[in-house]
């Protein structure tokens, strides 16, 4: 199924048309006939997307648009047999997605909701992406947040560590050399001042290393440079 729709109409001909076209293209659709009982839906059930008429018993399509913006943010299309800009631009300002003007083409209407729940689904995924994780054996990297933790423990990194770090731990069981590293990290050639990775290794294995004599993660390749064990 493509998604629920919720359409607030009261002129049932044009509901049930609605429906039928949507339902052909894969939507779960409910009716509402009036006002309230179509805003109650909107507000406390699973919907993805509104159409909503303008004129309507109990409560008007502007203020049921109204008080679903506040709370959610699904796509509305408004429908009304009004072709005033004044009402268009009424309900847009309300928070409406799009408005559409009867008499209309059903397939247009599909087509609208497609292109409108298309664009949501994509807006929603990219808010829920997932931070990017490494997990290794006690030590959690997270690189959307850059923030390391190691037996549970948080531990603060320099910028420099963090990077040194988490590219170790992107590519475990290769052997760098430090010039490879010093080029990487502080994106520049060495100059023979490849002292500085040395000295962070030595940083970051105190943070992360039970003891750092033994290293469990970072390991020296003696005569070429380093490693990280998985």
Aim: charged letters at 35%; glycine letters at 6%.
């Amino acid at each position: 199924m493509n998604g629920r729709i919720l359409i607030i109409e009261d002129e049932v001909t044009i509901a049930d048309l609605e429906r039928d076209y949507l339902e052909l293209s894969g939507f779960r659709v409910r009716i509402a006939a009036r006002g309230d009982e179509g805003l109650s839906m909107a507000l406390h059930e699973d919907v993805d997307l509104v159409i909503l008429d303008l004129m309507l018993p109990e409560i008007d399509g502007f203020e049921i648009c109204r008080q679903i913006r506040e709370e959610k943010n699904i796509p509305i299309i408004l429908v009304s047999a009004k072709k005033d800009d004044i009402d268009k631009i009424r309900g847009l300002g309300m928070g409406a997605d799009d408005y559409i003007t009867k008499p209309f083409s059903p397939s247009e209407l599909v087509a609208r909701v497609k292109a409108h729940l298309d664009r949501y689904n994509r807006l929603v995924s990219a808010r829920v992406q997932k931070n990017e994780i490494l997990e290794i054996r006690g030590l959690k990297i997270d690189k959307t947040a850059r923030r390391v933790w190691v037996n549970g423990e948080e531990t603060s990194f320099t910028t420099k560590e963090f990077d040194l770090l988490t590219f170790l731990a992107e590519h475990p069981n290769h052997v760098f050399r430090k010039e490879e590293l010093f080029r990487e990290i502080w994106d520049m050639e060495s100059l023979g001042d490849i002292a500085t990775v040395t000295v962070h290794i030595k940083k970051i294995r105190e943070k992360i290393e039970f003891n750092s004599a033994r290293p469990q993660y970072i390991e020296t390749i003696w005569g070429v440079g380093y490693r990280f064990k998985m």
